[in-house]
């Protein structure tokens, strides 16, 4: 498939720019265009990267990828992963964290993938949208803002001018730089080789480990299928210096021939990373926000990276829609950087913690943590399973911050996903008998949607078919919960028409927003 720059936009002044087009920028252009916001995205290569590089995504991912409509799509492409081992050098099963085919977002919890399949998918919904343009070899310069807008030139001597940019141009950001972000470095730096391996046969009949960490003092290893016929090796090397000597194709074949041989698969690629750990001290400086790995990078023992970048444009995708639709004034914005980066410091401080246990190379500390782990193992009566912080302070009522579920459900006609049932915006879950307590014309005109949920559909109330809804509610004290467009609790408690309250006031455009709306 050739992707070619599609230059649809006429308008000389854009609502959103975004550079950088890989799986984050391509997911922010898409909500944003589904919205009705006119964006362009600049990115500096020829055409899509092409090469495999996130392997993995999880159910909240999956869940938004649905609100796309994409699930359906890239389903066929995904690997469901239902446990992650962790072994050490003598195959001692040292941890075991154990995923459901069917989590909280409605989804398996964790999917193996193959990153072209994605950006594929991502690039041809992106190409539909009439408002989104996507220019491939636009390479950034210049990045000047005012009050009004952010100008930018490109290297081939186009300038853009948009209300607001995204700089979603990965760790060698040039937005965060152009900005003078600094970062904070955590204090996580390793030296990696990873190859991955198109497989002529079927992983599990070349016996090959579909996700296994090897804690081996003597050189640490992950093995991971991250599609179907796709396998990678990532191998921690001694030291920079290395990487030229490491790449070498026949040494490359050396460090796997215990698992494949050349005549069972055909390398893809070769590539040397230092894992880091980095998060930037400012995520927005004005009309320019960072995400992805222009805002953070974490090392991927727990395979969050991309996910991290989604989660953040998922964020930014409906703050900005408020903002350019005149509900909201632009210092909501603030409030993305507040919400995001506690999450995001809390999952690069568990995946830290996972990457130095890996990693260890000193032999007595390597038994030590061994015999800690392999009693920890045997004391366990149930599956070690990892869970994700909730936001941080930000664009919240009272009870808010937390993710929420989505379960089976029937409106009478059709049965499915919530999401898919009732859609996506702003909603309002309640249990069936707080619906008279609510004004529904009110946050009808507002655009929200209101969901009650019973043994039986009926009205505005859809069967909880497996009471995932209902169970939830009552565990978090709730009558209802206001859900977000990025499916994170907006504000939720015991009485229903305090929420819903909460909820209107937010979507009631302020006297700000309304002046701003009438000088465009």
Avoid at 251 to 274: C, G
Avoid at 306 to 327: E, H, P, Q, T, Y
Avoid at 409 to 415: E, F, K, W, Y
Wanted: negative net charge; contains cysteine; hydrophobic residues 40%.
């Amino acid at each position: 498939m050739t992707y070619r720059s599609t230059e649809k936009q006429t308008s000389s002044l854009v609502d959103v720019a975004v550079v950088g087009c890989g799986p984050v920028g391509m997911t922010l252009a898409a909500l944003l265009g589904k919205a009705g916001h006119s964006v362009v995205v600049l990115e500096r290569y020829p055409g899509l990267y092409g090469l495999p590089r996130a392997a993995s995504f999880d159910g909240e991912v999956m869940r938004a990828l649905q609100g796309l409509r994409l699930a359906d799509e890239l389903a066929p492409t995904l690997r469901v992963q239902d446990a992650y081992e962790w072994r050490n050098g003598a195959g001692e099963l040292l941890i075991r964290q154990v995923f459901r085919n069917v989590g909280a977002s409605g989804w398996a919890e964790l999917y193996m993938f193959h990153q072209p399949d994605l950006e594929k998918a991502l690039y041809s919904l992106c190409a539909l949208l009439p408002n989104v343009d996507i220019r491939f070899g636009a390479t950034v310069i210049s990045l000047a803002q005012d009050r009004d807008q952010v100008t930018l030139n490109t290297a081939d001597g186009a300038t853009l001018s948009a209300r607001y940019v995204v700089g979603c141009d990965g760790g060698n950001s040039f937005v965060r730089d152009a900005l003078g972000v600094e970062q904070d470095d955590l204090g996580f730096s390793e030296p990696w080789l990873v190859c991955d391996f198109a497989l002529r046969r079927p992983a599990a009949e070349l016996g090959l480990p579909s996700m296994l960490q090897i804690g081996d003092p003597e050189g640490p290893t992950t093995i991971i299928t991250t599609a179907a016929g796709h396998q990678r090796f990532c191998f921690l090397l001694n030291d920079d210096d290395d990487f030229e000597r490491e790449r070498a194709v026949n040494k490359v074949w050396s460090r796997v021939e215990r698992y494949l041989s050349r005549d069972d698969a055909d390398i893809v690629r070769i590539a040397t990373y230092t894992f880091q750990s980095l998060v930037a001290r400012r995520w927005r400086d004005g009309r320019v926000l960072l995400a992805g790995d222009a805002a953070h990078q974490m090392p991927p023992f727990l395979g969050q990276g991309m996910c991290s970048g989604i989660r953040d444009v998922l964020n930014i995708a409906f703050k900005l829609d408020l903002v350019l639709s005149g509900v909201q004034d632009t210092e909501v914005l603030g409030t993305y950087q507040s919400e995001r980066e506690p999450h995001v410091r809390g999952v690069t401080a568990t995946s830290m913690e996972l990457g130095r246990q890996h990693t260890l190379r000193d032999p007595a500390l390597a038994r030590e943590r061994d015999n800690t782990l392999l009693a920890r193992q045997a004391a366990l009566r149930e599956p070690d399973r990892i869970r994700l912080p909730d936001l941080g302070p930000g664009l919240f009522g009272s009870g808010g911050g937390r993710l929420s579920v989505q379960g089976r459900v029937s409106d009478g006609r059709r049965t499915g996903p919530l999401d898919e049932i009732v859609g996506g915006g702003f909603r309002l879950l309640v249990a069936e008998q707080a619906l008279p307590l609510l004004d529904l014309t009110s946050l009808s005109n507002l655009g929200v949607t209101v969901v009650g949920f019973g043994p039986s559909a009926a009205g505005a109330v859809v069967a909880d078919l497996d009471g995932t809804h209902r169970r939830w509610l009552s565990g978090i004290g709730a009558t209802a919960a206001a859900v977000r467009p990025d499916n994170y609790v907006y504000a939720a408690g015991p009485d229903a028409g305090e929420v819903a309250s909460q909820l209107l006031t937010v979507l009631t455009p302020s006297a700000r927003a309304r002046q701003r709306r009438c000088r465009r």
